[in-house]
């Protein structure tokens, strides 16, 4: 049987088996106990007052959006290197994504570019903690400030990470969590809202549950019968009972996996940059970096082309994706279509390699070796 090394692989076990053994069990398997349980325990680990699950980080961001009064006529500033979702929930609750360019260095929105694209229509700034990197939040506080306006953080990738001492999530904005497979810990889907504003937060949890004045949970503790009202329009954006335990058991096991990233993180960061044509991640200083997703740029020199690359690595076993993709040059945005030559670039030249915490020693050795031979 060949080598087959995966992008990632979620870091599940009997924990995750036993707590969603017991809910079902319970019969409570919708909204309740284990998600609260879940809220709470998110809200104090990343350091917010309030945690709002939902079924996805593209439901938070729409939702955290919608609640924060964007809508048509509104324009949100974000970068275009980023996951689509980040742009489709702009359009979703009806505003204009607003593309704006990088720092190379980092993959984040420049927040030197960002004072020049706001206009009168403009109502936020939409920050992507990209790959786990967290973006320069003091630099996009202050212009957002200065200019009225509201700072949503796209977090997706960003549980753990640390931007100047303090976790993602923790710093006083509405910020968006991902619990997809592909990120640090996983509830198969589903998405977190963290925030210090308790109206916010009220707000929320009525939008994911259909505007609805009380949740299931508050109805069924109550001594007498309770007549719901509807004080605006939602969705159903509730996380399942089976996925809030999963994600108590994953929160626990996080300080590991969290360790475990980082140490092939820098076994990569140790081998890679001993290869020419190669550019390893930069990280600031006063960021302490997740590694949800490890990633090289194939320098210019290279005598292999980026895509030649990966497709000899796949020969190989060796699963790879290719750079985060440039919303703005997606055929479905073409109306909103800008120049960004360092956006273009990045996403043209960079490649995602396996990482994941059972990833062991000799996978990681295989993987740099292969790449040595496929850019010799």
Not at 284 to 293: C, E, G, T, V
Request: charged share 25%; glycine share 6%.
């Amino acid at each position: 049987m060949g080598i087959n090394i995966p992008i990632t692989k979620p870091y599940l076990g009997e924990e995750e088996k036993q707590l969603i053994s017991k809910v079902i069990d319970s019969g409570w398997v919708s909204q309740g106990p284990k998600v609260a349980e879940f809220e709470k325990m998110f809200a104090e680990y990343v350091g917010a007052k309030y945690a709002i699950a939902t079924t996805s980080c593209t439901t938070a961001l729409h939702s955290a959006l919608s609640v924060s009064g964007m809508g048509h006529g509104d324009e949100i500033i974000v970068p275009s290197l980023s996951f689509i979702a980040t742009a489709n929930s702009v359009v979703h609750c009806g505003a204009t994504p607003v593309f704006v360019e990088i720092d190379p260095e980092t993959c984040n929105i420049n927040p030197d570019k960002i004072e020049s694209a706001i206009t009168k229509k403009t109502k936020a700034i939409m920050p992507v903690h990209q790959m786990g990197l967290p973006a320069e939040i003091d630099s996009i506080r202050e212009i957002a400030n200065r200019h009225g306006l509201k700072v949503i953080e796209d977090a997706a990738c960003a549980i753990a990470s640390e931007y100047k001492g303090k976790r993602i999530g923790g710093h006083g904005n509405i910020a968006c969590f991902s619990f997809h497979p592909r990120k640090m810990i996983t509830t198969g889907e589903g998405g977190m809202i963290t925030t210090d504003d308790c109206n916010i937060a009220e707000r929320l949890r009525r939008f994911r549950h259909h505007g609805m004045s009380i949740s299931d949970i508050e109805r069924h503790k109550a001594d007498k019968v309770i007549i719901e009202s509807y004080p605006e329009i939602g969705y159903n954006y509730r996380m399942t009972d089976i996925q809030g335990a999963m994600g108590i058991a994953q929160l626990k096991k996080l300080p590991f996996i969290l360790e475990r990233r980082r140490q092939i993180a820098g076994f990569y960061n140790k081998a890679l940059s001993e290869i020419r044509h190669i550019r390893v991640p930069k990280i600031p200083d006063h960021i302490y970096h997740n590694y949800q997703s490890y990633w090289i740029e194939i320098l210019v020199s290279s005598p292999v082309s980026r895509d030649a690359i990966m497709e000899r690595l796949l020969d190989k076993g060796i699963a790879t994706r290719r750079g985060i993709m440039a919303i703005h040059m997606e055929r479905c945005y073409s109306k909103y279509r800008v120049f960004l030559p360092e956006t273009e670039r990045i996403t043209k030249s960079t490649v995602i390699l396996p990482l994941y915490p059972s990833m062991s020693d000799e996978e990681q050795r295989y993987v740099v070796q292969r790449i040595k031979e496929v850019l010799q």
